[in-house]
């Protein structure tokens, strides 16, 4: 169905995804309204094609639009299916179906378009120090997916100032509990993994339940600590990730691929995306906390309909999540030097804003490099190859005349079909140097974007502290009480400097190893070029 229609609000696409950007007041032409729930796809008048929500424009009747807010955003099948769930529990054994309604859609990406930015909610002011958090991370300029902006609202809920002022009393076990130490240079980090492993991701498919009705895109995992293949689909990726992101506050979730809602069962694009999770599964297993946490082992481990289903409640209803995980934090009883401490997240916070603005200028090259070897140059070099068999094809016509050019129309073609070969080549080229440096990028560029937030945790953490020292000057806290202030936002700060430190050690690692695979399919390729050229000129040699 086609029809007019004028928009009441503006919206803004995501760049790079299927979204159109729209403005108060200018019209559109819709040419499809069954593209998912809530979402049209239309055309403006600049002859852009694109989505946008259905509630954010009117049919053609009125050129004024309702002094009114705007209506939210129309949700993904993920938010349906996961924020929508009916609060009785006995509800949620019937509808929580792990291997059916729950995780029903036709994509890897939920079904529908990508989930979109709520309006901002302005928190009610708090003397809390949970709320003084959350208003600083919204402040945040990152660039993390949208779902980012609530990334730590169970650090809001479960009340950051309880922890900080002793009241928080939860019990953890022993096999909770996660160490911080101190290495041979005197700097802390987190326990190293005794027993490390990998996991591959592999060997994806597309499967259909519903006799075709419903389709999806599964992956097999396979740990190396025991050798047994678990298959998941793209929604179980994430519901782990937001378990993740909601349990570690002080520590930077790596971003899934992102979702499409076009071509998703294409080889190239599902290989690509497998590519994607193998690089959010790598950082996960090398990292010592999240590698060991319970979510992760039971999403990596369960392979039984019966036995998922209560870990997956269980893992919901986590009480060591946000300002309560660090109850589990076990760090060295020395007190942390202020000044080092404040020099440490100071040169984190400068790092982190340079490495992420390199990165997204080193993805744009990698996206338009990409392009390039895809398109133009395929097209160069193909046009070159078309103009040798054009002068071979010339002097075919004078050879079968009865001219002796001892055989120079077949080498000349030869150079044209060289040249053809080295388009062909540069169309394949990109999935082997600039895609994987890509997917590293991707990591990482999240990584960066989350961090922000977590400085402001550990800044807000810190004001804290700062008000309880000036309360005891006043007379107004005892000396002991802030002593153990103090001892709990040293957990805090130790927890921070054993991430930056990870961080730090990571990107070294990854990204020279990144560079140097990068580089040996450049010269592999390159090489390829001229030994092709090689083979063409020997040909003439001997003429």
Not at 31 to 56: H, I, M, S
Not at 79 to 107: F, G, H, K
Not at 492 to 515: D, G, W
């Amino acid at each position: 169905m086609t029809g007019s229609v004028q928009a009441l609000y503006d919206f803004s696409g995501e760049p790079g995804s299927a979204e159109l950007t729209i403005v108060a007041g200018e019209f559109l032409t819709v040419t499809r309204q069954d593209v998912g729930e809530g979402w049209w796809e239309g055309v403006n008048d600049k002859g852009q094609t694109g989505l946008f929500p259905a509630a954010y424009v009117e049919e053609v009747k009125s050129s004024n639009p309702p002094a009114m807010p705007p209506p939210p955003l129309p949700e993904s099948f993920a938010d349906n299916e996961w924020n929508n769930q009916p609060t009785n529990d006995n509800q949620n054994y019937e509808v929580m179906d792990y291997w059916d309604d729950e995780w029903d859609d036709d994509s890897e990406g939920g079904g529908g378009p990508p989930p979109l930015p709520m309006p901002p909610i302005i928190p009610v002011k708090s003397s809390s120090i949970g709320d003084d958090m959350s208003l600083g991370r919204s402040d945040s300029k990152s660039t993390m997916p949208k779902k980012s902006l609530n990334r730590f609202s169970m650090f809001v809920k479960s009340g950051g100032e309880n922890y900080i002022m002793g009241t928080l009393k939860l019990n953890v076990s022993d096999a909770d509990k996660v160490y911080i130490v101190e290495n041979d240079q005197g700097g802390v980090m987190w326990n190293p993994l005794t027993q490390p492993y990998v996991v591959a991701v592999a060997s994806h498919k597309k499967e259909s339940k519903f006799r075709g009705l419903k389709s999806f895109i599964a992956y097999q995992l396979t740990p190396t600590f025991n050798n047994i293949q678990v298959s998941r689909r793209y929604k179980h990726f994430d519901w782990l990730h937001e378990r993740l992101e909601e349990k570690f506050s002080l520590i930077p979730i790596p971003p899934l691929p992102e979702k499409q809602i076009s071509g998703r069962y294409e080889r190239q694009l599902i290989e690509r995306r497998m590519n994607q999770l193998q690089a959010f599964v790598d950082f996960v297993c090398r990292h010592p906390v999240l590698s060991q946490c319970s979510v992760w082992e039971h999403f990596l481990t369960c392979t039984d309909e019966k036995k998922w289903k209560p870990g997956k409640r269980k893992a919901e209803k986590d009480e060591l999540v946000g300002a309560n995980y660090f109850l589990t934090l076990q760090a060295p009883d020395k007190a942390i030097n202020i000044y080092n401490l404040e020099q440490e997240t100071e040169s984190c916070s400068r790092f982190v804003h340079s490495m992420d603005i390199a990165v997204k200028v080193l993805m744009a090259c990698s996206q338009d490099q990409t392009k390039k070897h895809q398109g133009l140059y395929k097209r160069e070099y193909e046009k070159i190859g078309l103009s040798f068999c054009n002068l071979a094809q010339a002097f075919g016509l004078e050879e079968a005349s009865g001219s002796d050019n001892s055989g120079l129309s077949e080498s000349i073609r030869y150079v044209g079909d060289t040249y053809n070969d080295i388009g062909k080549l540069f169309d394949e080229q990109p999935k082997h140097d600039w895609g994987p440096l890509g997917d590293i990028l991707h990591i990482y560029k999240g990584i960066l974007a989350a961090f922000p937030d977590i400085l402001t945790v550990h800044k807000d953490t810190m004001a804290k502290r700062k008000d309880c020292e000036r309360l005891t000057l006043d007379h107004k806290m005892e000396t002991s009480q802030l002593q153990q202030v103090i001892q709990r936002t040293d957990v805090v700060s130790y927890a921070l400097l054993a991430e930056i430190n990870h961080f730090h050690a990571e990107r070294t690692t990854q990204i020279r190893k990144a560079m140097k695979s990068f580089l040996c399919e450049q010269v592999a390729f390159y090489q390829k070029i001229a030994a092709k050229l090689q083979d063409a000129y020997s040909l003439f040699e001997d003429q």
